[in-house]
């Protein structure tokens, strides 16, 4: 069975292009023109996959992204948007968004990333992916000495990653699905540098070239999650190499 994409795009022309390329590459598309169509067809017809235009009448794709994850719906969601400062792009990023690509782009850099969103996924019978929700905030009931074995520990984080929660002290931390899989890689690698091409290999699946902002907006946003008042930092960037985890 072909994956399937809901695309939402309120450019005549991109909508098309993409809608035919996409098909060509083998994935069943629907194509719908704002974000009120996308969110009648996600409830309808789940998709594998969303690509959403960040900038549409109405409902935007911020929009749509917020009301799916709101009502539990994980399925992978990639945004395409024209706008290129960095708040932008931590605003899909915060709208439950897990990848985005920068208008005018390449056709196959778009392939990429849903190639990679997809291997990230596990799809269940209705197309979305099988992660669990995060559960309300609370402290492990376990203490450290404790913790079952299949828990990470490093840098005063614990993280289970079987039921993909991780706690700073007695904090939990909700992390979207790209922040955890990056975090974890991190914490697996504690005081290890690990280059770039390497990050983006384990978490993407593919290295979009020195130029890609994509890592180092991902880490901002996850250092702002991690980071407390008066505690050290625990991610640290190597100029020129990547990034470590170690607290300091």
């Keep these: 069975m072909p994956q399937t994409v809901l695309l939402a795009e309120d450019d005549r022309a991109i909508r098309h ?16 023109a704002d974000g009120v169509e996308a969110l009648a067809q996600a409830h309808t017809s789940p998709p594998d996959v ?10 935007d ?6 009301v799916l994850r709101a009502e539990g719906d994980r399925t992978p969601i990639l945004m395409l948007t024209a706008l290129v400062e960095t708040q932008d792009r931590i605003a899909g990023l915060d709208a439950g968004a897990d990848d985005y ?50 828990w990470l520990e490093a840098a005063g984080l614990r993280m289970d990653p079987q039921a993909r929660r991780v706690w ?24 290890i540098v690990l280059d770039h091409a390497t ?16 890592l180092a907006v991902y880490v901002g946003y996850l250092r702002r999650k991690l980071d407390e008042p008066g505690a050290p930092p ?15």
């Design 17 to 32: 292009a993409l809608e035919r390329a996409l098909t060509l590459e083998g994935y069943r598309v629907t194509a719908v």
């Design 50 to 59: 969303l690509v959403l235009d960040v900038m549409m009448p109405g409902i």
């Design 61 to 66: 794709g911020l929009q749509v992204c917020r």
């Design 101 to 150: 690509v920068v208008k005018p782009f390449d056709v196959e850099e778009v392939f990429a990333r849903l190639r990679a969103l997809l291997r990230r996924t596990g799809q269940g019978e209705n197309g979305t992916a099988e992660f669990p929700r995060p559960a309300p905030a609370q402290a492990p009931e376990q203490t450290p000495a404790q913790a079952p074995d299949r």
């Design 168 to 191: 700073r002290g007695p904090r939990e931390l909700e992390l979207t699905r790209t922040e955890f899989e990056l975090l974890e890689l991190l914490v697996r690698n504690a005081g």
């Design 199 to 214: 990050i983006y290999d384990r978490i993407w699946g593919y290295d979009f070239g020195p130029g890609s902002k994509n």
């Design 234 to 248: 625990l991610i640290h960037t190597v100029r020129g190499v990547g990034y470590v985890l170690r607290e300091d």
